[in-house]
């Protein structure tokens, strides 16, 4: 299993924030960590244009978003976004998408959210035939028609990771795409339904065996502060609450919620939740680092405290 760490969607002034994640993207290459995902939160940062600044302070490490909403754009200007940046950062660009959520798509951008495992098959079949370029592109399906070259292509491959929790999100992922993205599933969720699903959707359409990374919040605290974290942890990452699509993955696993999800106590015991991803099947694993404690100097100590101790586990997961 690889372990890489969640990048960007900091509080701040814009000019603090983008200094924090370059910051923060050196160290995790330094670090030896094998890949930094950027989310892309609604109020926040472009990640793919954030991903291109990371290219740049960058030279190994894989650089993923997580996830592009696909409603947003369409898939001929996606295409043309991620293969410019996947170029700038020497090809580590690792292109997540997905349908995203009702509350983001209807209630935030006034778009349609009808069908959206639908639209994502639809979207997907573009995006792949563009990112295979170049060549012409030529898709016709129920959504879009599409007759357009480009003259970009993609050395080496870009791979697109597809956001998918229910079953029919993963057949599409495991038949059209390289993965899955993940976030509120945990090992039980991930072993009996994603994991299964994605591969033999895979293995029928003939494809390699699918990426699964699974986001997962972590922190290093004494036995004692296990409970203070996990109600950190459902304090500040709360999405679950508003999301049907999260509410419907948890039902299938044993986190009640991203508390329960929570990766949390000393070194030994994050391992060893690590260890339970693996077993599950998670291909890549993507920390949310969640430091502890009262003031602004304890948050902080706290996080580099569980910097160096995710740096040092890094090596155990291999």
Known sequence: MRLGVMIGAERGDMTRKVTKLLADIEW???????????????????CLTMVSLMGSRTSRIELGTAVV????????????????VHAGAGGRLALGVGPSHHWIIEDMLGLPYEKPAAYTRDYLEV????????????????????HNPTALGAEPRLPVL???????????????????VLWMADERAIGDHIAPRINKAAENAGRPAPRVVAGIPVCLCANSEIDAAKARANRILAEAETSP???????????????????????????????QF??????????????IGETRDELVASKYRTREVIAELAKAVR
Request: with cysteine; glycine share 8%; net charge negative.
């Open 127 to 146: 995006l792949n035939a563009a990112l295979s370029g170049p060549g012409p592109v030529d898709v016709e399906n129920d959504t879009f028609t599409v």
């Open 28 to 46: 995790a290459e330094s670090a030896g960590l094998d890949t930094a995902w950027m989310p892309q939160v609604p109020d926040d940062f472009d």
């Open 69 to 84: 909403p696909l409603q947003a754009q369409h898939p001929i200007a996606l295409a043309r976004q991620a293969l410019s």
């Open 245 to 275: 699509n999260y509410q419907r993955l948890l039902d299938r696993g044993d986190a009640r919620d991203v508390g329960d999800l929570c990766a949390a106590g000393d070194e030994e015991a994050i391992l060893a939740r690590f260890k």
């Open 162 to 180: 597809v956001a998918a929790l229910g079953p029919v999100m993963l057949q599409i992922a495991g038949e059209l795409a390289d993965g899955t």
């Open 278 to 291: 693996a077993d599950a099947g998670v291909t890549d694993l993507s920390v949310r680092l969640l430091p």
